[in-house]
């Protein structure tokens, strides 16, 4: 039987077979007297009296359906009077033309509609608490409390396609490139990695418990071991943290090792991979990426995670008033280890006064104590609380140092070096969004060469800058109990638009160097015992060299989709508090599902 256009599935050997022949997203002119059958959901109902207009969609677009009393014995007309809102129906008909004056150009299917000569309804719906449309001012909370509808939003089911082509094409780079998959498992022992671990108790050894993983990192160390040399994996992880909005409780990451490398080897893969899957979703990402030092990012833009799409850089005006009467800039000078630093924020020195007071409470959150500032008014004049104390020349080198002109305010942080930097690092981000500093395109680059600790003033220890099984650099390791925090460390962290989008490193391989970093974190030979045996038995069955890295899967999502919470691009997230106001988890559970575990609530 020779194909007809009556008959387009059928000419589509993907066809998957369902009550639809055609999406309600690809219709064209071109398809214009073929008879198709669509089903989806009334978005808009529009009664014009003598004929009925209804949007129908699907995960795909939406293709408008006209029906006609004159049509069919009016049939469907008579049905389609009933029908509301969020209905899911199907219909039948026949591609028409629309009249030129009602063609919508901003719609893909907009030259054409649907003439209906049959409709079913397939359910009905009670009216939706929200409108099912983009754009909505609906709190987040109604939006996650009715989840399953906010979905059914373009913008919310584009944001899902998107991290599942992204996702699709990170498997596919990695694949072709002899990565072999490998999945471990989501019940292990409880790691100390820097985060708390969610526990879950063993019903059958009473009083014992395993661990949620909250990264593969132990496991996929053990795979090189064993010789798998090239692994991936598309990783849920799990931390009992604080979150905010690039934090959730269980995340995903594309988790990937490599043995018998070096950095660059693992870099250069890496740059690879990630190139042809951001263009798969249409991102450019030109290789090699840009590297930058650890401490050069920090004393340049005061994060180890810059966006470099605009500039506002830190600089060290230290010397310049080292003989300051200004005594809180004198005495930083004069002390070691300590700085003052300096940004100049263009266009916020035009201000008002109270507005610039504000931001010394922006400024404490990021560690200040208070936030001296001039501003340079549009008139000329300078207006601040410590100018008096500058002498003219000071005031000059200032000018010069920071390019300054008339409309700019100048922020300063005197203290140590980390702290200064991370004050106006945060600064910084906040001026670039109240100035609406502009920021195009995807700004991709690799940080490199963190330290391999740094000093923890809570709790009084060294702490790892990464995780403890990190390679210290090889002309570094004698120093390692001498001046720990001196010592260097093979990283790398991905940066994207301003995010840790994912990092890395190379593995200590060799056991006893294993342990000297796990003592100088506060770990004694039993503890370490206790929690990294397997892994310090299996350093010492001839381990290989090896490397990793993390890809962050939701943050770069929700970096792609342009979104500012990694929630718009998940299916199923938790609130900030962790909950799930859908299914209301976290929930109680009965006394004998607590008995069967041997646990009693106190």
């Known amino acids: 039987m020779a194909q007809t256009a009556a008959q387009p599935a059928d000419q589509n050997p993907m066809h998957i077979h369902s009550l639809h022949t055609r999406t309600c997203g690809e219709l064209r002119r071109d398809n214009i007297g073929e008879t198709v059958t669509l089903t989806g959901w009334v978005w808009r109902r529009r ?8 949007d129908l969609r699907d995960r795909e677009g939406l293709t408008q359906c006209t029906f006609d ?5 009016g049939d469907a007309f008579h049905t389609a009077e009933t029908m509301r809102s969020e209905w899911p129906i199907l219909v ?24 209906v000569d049959h409709i079913q309804v397939l359910n009905r719906s009670q009216t939706p608490p929200f409108q099912i449309e983009d754009g909505i001012e609906t709190a987040e909370d109604t939006r996650l409390r009715y989840r399953y509808l906010d979905i059914r939003r373009p913008e919310m089911m584009a944001n899902l396609r998107l991290r599942s082509d992204f996702t699709f094409a990170m498997r596919r780079a990695l694949h072709d490139r002899a990565f072999t998959e490998v999945e471990t498992p989501m019940l292990f022992k409880s790691t100390p990695e820097g985060a708390r671990d969610f526990i879950v108790p063993s019903r059958l050894q009473p009083g014992s418990f395993y661990a949620l993983p909250q990264s593969p990192q132990l496991l996929k160390q053990l795979l090189m071991v064993g010789g798998v040399e090239r ?44 190139s042809d899957a951001f263009a798969q979703v249409g991102v450019d990402m030109p290789t090699p990426l840009r590297r930058i030092s650890y401490w050069d990012a920090m004393d340049t833009y005061g994060t180890d995670k810059p966006d470099t799409r605009y500039g506002m850089h830190l600089h060290d005006v230290t010397q310049i008033f080292s003989g300051s009467k200004f005594k809180l800039f004198a005495n930083a000078a004069a002390t070691d280890g300590q700085y003052v630093k300096a940004l100049n924020a ?94 195009e395109g995807h700004d991709f680059l690799w940080v490199v060469n963190f330290p ?17 099984f990190t390679q210290p650099v090889e002309e570094d390791i004698d120093r390692l109990e001498s001046d720990p925090l001196s010592v260097g460390s093979y990283t790398y962290d991905f940066v994207m638009d301003g995010f840790e989008a994912g990092g890395g490193g190379m593995r200590i391989h060799n056991a006893d160097l294993q342990m000297r970093v796990l003592k100088l974190l506060g770990f004694t030979e039993e503890r370490a015992e206790e929690q990294f045996g397997f892994l310090m038995e299996a350093l010492k069955f001839g381990a290989p060299p090896m490397g990793g890295f ?35 988890a976290p929930s109680e559970v009965s006394l004998a599902q607590l008995k069967e575990v041997s646990l009693r609530l106190m």
């Not at 009664?47 to 209804?54: A, E, K």
């Not at 500012?564 to 299916?571: L, P």
Request: glycine share 8%; net charge negative.
């Open 47 to 54: 009664d014009h009296g003598g004929l009925i207009f209804c």
């Open 69 to 73: 009393p004159e049509h069919a014995a």
């Open 92 to 115: 039948h008909g026949t591609v028409i033309a629309r009249d030129p004056e009602t063609v919508n150009a901003k719609l893909a299917t907009g030259e054409i509609e649907v003439l």
């Open 231 to 274: 692994y991936y994996q598309v990783a849920k992880c799990f931390r009992d943290e604080d979150l905010r909005a690039d934090r959730q409780p269980e995340f995903t990451q594309v988790d990937v090792e490599m043995s018998f490398v070096d950095q660059d080897d693992v870099m250069g893969a890496l740059e690879d991979v990630l």
């Open 346 to 439: 263009k266009g916020a020195g035009t201000w008002p006064r109270a507005k610039i007071d504000k931001l010394a409470d922006v400024a404490a959150q990021f560690g200040a104590k208070g936030l001296a500032w001039i501003a340079f008014r549009a008139d000329g004049s300078v207006n601040s609380p410590i100018v008096k104390f500058f002498s003219d020349d000071e005031m000059a080198a200032l000018k010069a140092e920071m390019q300054v002109e008339d409309g700019d305010l100048v922020m300063f942080a005197a203290a140590d070096r980390k702290l200064a930097d991370e004050i106006l690092g945060g600064m910084r981000c906040h001026m670039a969004d109240a100035l609406e500093v502009p920021r």
């Open 452 to 468: 391999l600790f740094h000093w923890d003033d809570e709790r009084k220890a060294y702490a790892s800058e990464h995780q403890p």
């Open 550 to 584: 993390a890809l962050g899967l939701d943050r770069v999502c929700m970096l792609l989709a342009g979104k500012d919470s990694i929630r718009d691009v998940m299916a199923f997230p938790k609130t900030s508090s962790g909950s799930d106001l859908m299914s209301s």
